[in-house]
């Protein structure tokens, strides 16, 4: 069973710092890896995906990494905004089904 | 596109009741997900179905839960009797053949029953 772990929990940083959020996972037998955002009282907002065959993502000030043989991906979200306080989850994908990290909860204080 | 609707947004019931939840996927989309989310659990998928069929429901906890999938523009999840262990928020989400391609979720149906 594929197991998902998004280190740390909770992150707090002033405005304008680089933020970066962790998730490793067990299986490396993966299809794909999809961050999502999750703000307080609602849905899931897609925001990466990264197929098994590559290395890395990039949109606009975010970039996610994938490293499928160690079992590790990782966002960046360059140049923090306090709009971007939420909760981010990893999730990956093996064919159909995805399993999500618990996510990393972050404020960026203005 | 409106993305994925679901409805209603928010549910209020008494244990025992039955609570039909309802969601709309984007168009053209083959696939559709119900998940649950809890602070226990995180996110779960419930049942997975594919052009309108029920492909993996391992994930459905108990006879109490059964879902449908009458055409490609429209699901029910429904929960009969409803317990106060079943207080969550459900999700669904769409794609189209989601081996590698992204899920998209809708705003979720928060249940409570008390």
């Known amino acids: 069973k594929q197991e998902v772990t998004q280190i740390p929990a909770a992150l707090s940083v002033p405005e304008g710092e680089n933020l970066v959020l962790n998730c490793s996972f067990t299986?490396?037998?993966?299809?794909?890896l999809q961050w999502f955002r999750q703000d307080p009282g609602k849905g899931l907002t897609s925001l990466l995906l990264?197929?098994?065959?590559?290395r890395e993502q990039t949109s606009g000030r975010l970039n996610a990494s994938l490293d499928k043989s160690s079992g590790r991906s990782t966002l960046y979200i360059a140049a923090s905004q306090p709009g971007d306080s939420a909760t981010y989850l990893c999730a990956v994908g093996n064919d159909y089904k995805l399993s999500f990290g618990a996510g990393t909860t972050v404020t960026v204080r203005a | 596109d409106a993305g994925v609707i679901q409805s209603p947004r928010h549910e209020v019931t008494e244990m025992g009741q039955e609570v039909t939840l309802r969601c709309k996927p984007i168009?053209?989309?083959?696939?559709l997900f119900w998940y649950r989310q809890t602070m226990m659990r995180g996110l779960e998928l419930l049942i997975y179905?594919?052009?309108?069929?029920?492909?993996?429901d391992s994930g459905m906890p108990e006879d109490r839960f059964s879902a449908k999938m009458p055409n490609a523009s429209f699901s029910t999840l429904k929960i009969q009797p409803s317990e106060p262990r079943d207080s969550a928020v459900y999700f669904c989400?769409?794609?189209?053949?989601?081996?590698?391609?992204?899920?998209?979720f809708g705003p979720g149906t928060r249940l409570t029953v008390l």
């Open positions: 168009s053209g989309h083959n696939s």
């Open positions: 990264i197929q098994s065959s590559q």
């Open positions: 299986d490396s037998a993966i299809y794909n």
């Open positions: 989400a769409s794609s189209f053949n989601p081996g590698g391609n992204e899920q998209f």
């Open positions: 179905f594919n052009n309108n069929v029920p492909i993996d």
